[in-house]
C-alpha cells in the first residue's frame, strides 16, 4: 500500500507562483507513471502533466500546461513536484498526484485517470485575481 500525501497549494494572487509536493509513504516500481490532474468545482479531472519514474520523460497536457507547469520528482525523497507560475484564477483547482500506473500512461495524448492505483487526497489552490 502506499500513501501519498499533497502540500504546497494556498489562496494566492495571480501572477504568483506555487510549488506542489507529493510525497509517497512506500514505493512502486520505477517502470511506472506518476503525473499532476487537477479537479475545478463542476468539473471533471484534468490531467496536467506526467513523469516515467524510471526515465525521467515529463509529458504536459498541452503548449498551455508546457508554459507555467513543470513536473519534477526526488526519487530518494519519494518525491514529485508541480511548480505553477503565472498563477490565473481559472487555476483555482483541487490538485492531486496520481502514482503507479503503467508505463504506457506516460506515452504523449495519454491522459485518462484510469490505471494509477493511488492518489493523495489533493491540495487546494485557489488564485484571485
Known amino acids: 500500500q502506499v500513501y501519498l500525501a499533497e502540500s504546497g497549494g494556498g489562496s494566492v494572487q495571480a501572477g504568483k507562483s506555487l510549488r506542489l509536493s507529493c510525497v509517497a509513504s512506500?514505493?512502486?516500481?520505477?517502470?511506472?507513471?506518476v503525473a499532476w490532474f487537477r479537479q475545478a468545482p463542476g468539473k471533471g479531472r484534468e490531467g496536467l502533466a506526467k513523469?516515467?519514474?524510471?526515465?525521467?520523460?515529463?509529458?504536459y497536457n498541452g503548449d498551455s500546461v508546457k508554459a507555467r507547469f513543470a513536473i519534477s520528482q526526488d526519487n530518494e525523497e519519494n518525491a514529485v513536484y508541480l511548480q505553477i507560475t503565472d498563477l490565473q484564477p481559472e487555476d483555482t483547482a483541487m490538485y492531486y498526484c496520481?502514482?503507479?500506473?503503467?508505463?504506457?500512461?506516460?506515452?504523449?495524448?495519454?491522459?485518462?485517470?484510469?490505471?494509477?492505483?493511488?492518489w493523495g487526497q489533493g491540495t487546494q489552490v485557489t488564485v484571485s485575481s
Open positions: 512506500g514505493h512502486t516500481s520505477v517502470d511506472r507513471c
Open positions: 496520481a502514482t503507479d500506473a503503467p508505463a504506457w500512461q506516460c506515452w504523449p495524448g495519454e491522459w485518462s485517470v484510469d490505471g494509477y492505483n493511488y
Open positions: 513523469i516515467h519514474r524510471g526515465t525521467w520523460r515529463t509529458e
